[in-house]
């Protein structure tokens, strides 16, 4: 009985080592600087299948394929931007977390730039309309009344 137990335990455990040792990814590279490359591009990609996530770290089949292309690409020597193009061509501009600029893009990359001068050109004209209301003098007549409010609140 104890023998049993042993063995359901051991397959258990082997299936399980299986599990975890089927998702790991290793990929051999001849150079530290061609291995970070691999992971800046890998992490720079969107997977087309999973909501705003790198391909770098998703589990989906098409991740898969997309990081094992991307190895490739690298092994065959084509630089970043060629592996990039390559990318877009095949699964479209959404890959990419940094969409390219273009005239269809102007509006995504202006529209911060622009309301951050909007909002400059605001302060700057609030903070005039306050100089210019604190630096208007009181008419003599504006200062009697003042004193005479002040003086009835005073008898009061």
Known sequence: MALMRTMAALLLLFIAFGAVAGGIELREFDDPVMEKRYHDLTASMRCPLCEN???DDSDAPISADMRDRVYQLLQDGQSDIEI???MVQRFGEYILYNPRLESRTYLLWGLPIG???LGAIVVV???RARRNASAKALSP???QRIEALTNRKRSS
Do not use: F, G, T
């Open 53 to 55: 996530q790198a391909i």
């Open 84 to 86: 990039i193009n390559h």
């Open 115 to 117: 309301l951050v001068l």
């Open 125 to 127: 004209l609030m903070i």
């Open 141 to 143: 007549e504006e200062r």
